[in-house]
């Protein structure tokens, strides 16, 4: 069964304070790695796609990295508006429209 | 451009009713997914549809739940009769699969179930 789990399950960090998440997947011939942005009330943002070891993508204050076990998301500097919950995804191959989500990080960024 | 849109954006019903939710995806966008988000589970995929056929249901968690896609514009998920138990954030979502394996999710609808 294909599983993806992420830690911490929330993070607390002044604002200027770099970190990282963690999402570590098991799935069977992994097609594509997704990191999305959640807001309360909100659905969640897509913010990058992940397909191969080694792959890094970046954007802003955030940088997503992938190896065969696991995805990190970097943020650097981060600011109090980067306060959300982050969610790791995972498809499998063939049309890789099944997403299996993680529980997600809570991300608070304080002043 | 207007992303997913999904109604009603709050539910609020009792026990045994019938409840009826609907989804807008992009227009044309040519996947359109199901997902129920709860604190214990997370975010689930119900079932998912390419150009208007059902693909894969085997997220439905009963026979209680149905989704239908009459057009590329429209697709409803039906609770009947409904539980507390299928309290929960309800998410449409829709994929171009042209443009690649991102989806785009919309605001949402929170159902209570009394």
């Known amino acids: 069964e294909d599983q993806v789990t992420q830690s911490p399950e929330a993070l607390r960090l002044q604002e200027g304070e770099s970190s990282s998440l963690n999402c570590s997947y098991t799935v069977s011939g992994l097609r594509g790695l997704f990191w999305y942005r959640q807001d309360p009330g909100k659905g969640p943002e897509f913010l990058f796609t992940l397909y191969s070891a080694g792959e890094e993508k970046e954007k802003e204050r955030l940088k997503a990295t992938l190896t065969k076990k696991e995805s990190f998301l970097h943020i650097t500097a981060p600011k109090p508006e980067d306060s959300a919950t982050y969610l790791c995804a995972a498809s499998a191959g063939g049309g890789g429209n099944k997403l299996t989500f993680g529980t997600g990080t809570q991300l608070k960024v304080e002043l | 451009d207007a992303g997913v849109i999904q109604s009603p954006r709050h539910e609020v019903t009792e026990m045994g009713q019938e409840v009826t939710l609907r989804c807008k995806p992009i227009?044309?966008?040519?996947?359109l997914f199901w997902y129920r988000q709860t604190m214990m589970r997370g975010l689930e995929l119900l079932i998912y549809?390419?150009?208007?056929?059902?693909?894969?249901d085997s997220g439905m968690p009963e026979d209680r739940f149905s989704a239908k896609m009459p057009n590329a514009s429209f697709s409803t998920l039906k609770i009947q009769p409904s539980e507390p138990r299928d309290s929960a954030v309800y998410f449409c979502a829709s994929r171009l699969s042209s443009q690649g394996d991102e989806q785009f999710f919309g605001p949402g609808t929170r159902l209570t179930v009394l």
């Open positions: 549809f390419n150009n208007n056929v059902p693909i894969d």
């Open positions: 227009s044309g966008h040519d996947y």
